[in-house]
């Protein structure tokens, strides 16, 4: 997570909240117009008061700033870790959401409600740029290109080199 800490730069200003062994960023964003109050980079146990405590924390933060709407989590970056899972925790699409199946009980028993839900879905499609594909890779394995397909426990090993790979791509452009 520690490379996801440099989105921090673009919010106004953020704090890290600590309570036990659970973390959370408080993080004021006044760009965004509806709730510019928001919690991200989160990560807490399986263990309510230990969650209650943190957002006790981040409420109390929260209203000392002045704000009374504290909305998350959101984390700035393009591997989704911005938003939950909230079912179908056994169905895993890499690079989707991969929180525990309690973070979304957790906040819901705190109180907290959904604002916005989004739906991921595998759509088969028959495409005809597929077989387009296929000569490309013809191609480019004839020049000498290596293409591996990774699964389960090997592609979690590789994931931190293309996480690397795509955060130095994308190093100086805001999306």
Not at 66 to 83: A, D, E, F, K, Q
Not at 116 to 127: D, F, G, I, K, L
Not at 129 to 140: C, E, M, T
Request: charged letters at 25%.
């Amino acid at each position: 997570m520690s490379k996801e800490l440099d989105i921090l730069q673009l919010a106004d200003d953020y704090e890290k909240v600590t309570y036990k062994d659970a973390q959370a960023y408080l993080i004021i964003n006044k760009k965004i117009k509806e709730y510019n109050c928001l919690f991200g980079l989160i990560d807490f146990p399986n263990d309510y008061e230990t969650a209650k405590g943190l957002f006790d924390l981040l409420e109390r933060k929260a209203l000392e700033r002045g704000y009374h709407h504290l909305v998350g989590p959101v984390n700035y970056c393009t591997w989704m870790s911005y938003r939950w899972t909230i079912s179908n925790f056994d169905c895993k699409l890499f690079p989707d959401c991969t929180n525990p199946a309690y973070y979304p009980q957790t906040v819901e028993k705190l109180g907290y409600r959904q604002l916005y839900t989004y739906r991921s879905a595998v759509v088969n499609t028959n495409n005809p740029l597929y077989a387009l594909g296929d000569v490309i890779l013809k191609q480019k394995q004839k020049e000498g290109f290596v293409f591996r397909l990774f699964e389960r426990e090997e592609m979690y090993a590789m994931a931190r080199e293309v996480y690397d790979i795509s955060i130095d791509a994308f190093r100086g452009s805001y999306l």
